[in-house]
Nanobody
Framework: VQLQAYGGGSVQAGGSLRLSCSASGRTFSSGGMAWFCQAPGRGREFVAS????????DYVDSAQGRFTISRDNAKNTVYLQMNSLKPEDTGVYFC?????????????????????WGQGTLVTVSS
């Protein structure tokens, strides 16, 4: 599976961005998907995940109510709609795909669960 993330950019606080991640090379709908963020000087951290069916959604507390993850299996694409952006949302956002098809939020929050990673797209939020 190859993942291609795009949609990052520079916005002011309070603005919105929509990240997209297109997958190719394997049946896209076979497992969960997620977005992780690597802020400057920090490791990669979980942001949001979506289960195989699209019904299991999970968000880090700081993203709850502002971000929405979704997927379109027909288009082999997962999205992250980010609203009310804050400077602390700044970082490189990575999409990831896993062959794990269960609904465990614990599993879908773990970096080690994911088999495939995109190259990352930079989001910069200025105050």
């Amino acid at each position: 599976v190859q993942l291609q993330a795009y949609g990052g950019g520079s916005v002011q606080a309070g603005g919105s961005l929509r990240l997209s991640c297109s997958a190719s090379g394997r049946t896209f709908s076979s497992g969960g998907m997620a977005w992780f963020c690597q802020a400057p000087g920090r490791g990669r951290e979980f942001v949001a995940s979506i289960g195989q069916s699209g019904w299991t959604l999970d968000y880090v507390d700081s993203a709850q109510g502002r971000f929405t993850i979704s997927r379109d299996n027909a288009k082999n694409t997962v999205y992250l709609q980010m609203n009310s952006l804050k400077p602390e949302d700044t970082g490189v956002y990575f999409c990831a795909a896993t062959l794990y098809s269960g609904g465990s939020r614990y599993m879908l929050r773990r970096e080690g669960t994911y088999n495939y990673w995109g190259q990352g797209t930079l989001v910069t939020v200025s105050s």
